[in-house]
């Protein structure tokens, strides 16, 4: 079994540093989100989470999140097969096309989705049309938060579909097993855990999306807001105290999807490399 050496003098300024930082940076504001929400006591506290729009919101990024997850699971899936089991030309360009949103600000993507999908759009007026919305709705929010989020399922898988390369699948295909039972008895157990990683890093992300969803939400009171826009609100009304405590529940919810995360990483040590 390798030891690793324990740190010398630069190494525990290094460890020193990066905890202070990370206090700082991380851990106090987390405390202040938490104090000010909870400021006018447990009560208050619970008469905003319990509300209507508070309500509201947290059925709708919920919902968001129900649709967008599982979507960007089979496109990370699928866009990872393609890459990294098959020859063909062009699978650079489609790795450059996956990551497009990490490079795009999710503003230019709501632009885009609104520009595209609005009354206006391209395609908006045979929506208006056939008395379709999907701006300033919720099917424009799922729109705008699957582009955000498209890329994690993929960019998880992709790395260890290539590392493992294709010999397994080649010896099911060779045995006689179908594509499709090859894809689910040999790929998909090879790369669950990096999958669930994807998706909870997926979900996370979704859970906190703004910039794209304001764009498209159109800010709807009590019926387009999800709970990072309702925040956004609530702080505009200068409602800090309902702000902040609508902010923790945001936050006790992003921290569940941290301890996912932890839980995934500690079942999966050595599963595949991180």
Known sequence: MNRRNPPGAAGWVLIALAVIVTVLLLGAPLLVIFQQGLAKGWGAWWRVV???ETAQ?????????????PLSGLYGLAAAWAVTKFRWAGKKW??????????????VAGVAC??????????????????????FAAPGIILATLFVVSPFVAREVMPLMHL????????????????????VAVTLP???????????????????EFGAVSVVSGHIRGQTNT????????????????????????????????????????????????
């Open 114 to 135: 609104l520009t595209l999908y609005g009354s206006s759009g391209a395609v908006g007026a045979w929506l208006l049309d056939h008395d379709i919305q999907i701006m």
């Open 164 to 183: 493992q390369g294709s010999d397994d699948e080649e010896a099911a295909l060779t045995l006689g097993a179908g594509g499709l039972r090859t894809f």
């Open 50 to 52: 319990s509300s209507g």
């Open 227 to 274: 709970l990072p826009l309702y925040i956004d609100l609530l702080y505009h009304d200068y409602d800090n105290s309902g702000a902040f405590a609508v902010a923790s529940l945001l936050t006790l919810l992003a921290l569940v999807a941290l301890v996912l995360k932890l839980l995934v990483e500690r079942r999966a040590h050595g599963g595949f490399p991180r």
């Open 94 to 107: 489609l790795v450059s096309l996956i990551e497009l949103p990490y490079s795009i600000s999710p503003i």
């Open 190 to 208: 090879n790369v669950k855990w990096a999958l669930l990683y994807g998706l909870i890093l997926c979900a996370a992300r979704a859970l906190g």
């Open 57 to 69: 919101a947290v059925g709708l990024t919920l919902l968001t999140m129900a649709v967008v997850v």
